[in-house]
């Protein structure tokens, strides 16, 4: 699953850490998320949509 979570982060102008801090995860999940190399739980995917304001349709779409 691909996701735009980087480019979402870099448009509010946060850290990696900044953003993991926001959704109660680590740093490393976050890298993980971004590099594609982790897909986020249906609850934490719900949590990065309602901090960005967008559906979970406008982050993650399915390769």
Do not use: C
Request: avoid cysteine; proline fraction near 2%.
């Amino acid at each position: 699953m691909k996701n735009n979570i980087r480019e979402l982060r870099k448009e509010k102008g946060l850290r990696q850490e900044d953003l993991a801090a926001e959704l109660g995860v680590t740093r490393q999940t976050i890298i993980a998320i971004e590099n594609n190399k982790y897909d986020p739980s249906l609850e934490l995917a719900m949590r990065i949509s309602v901090f960005f304001g967008i559906t979970v349709n406008d982050i993650f779409t399915l390769e």
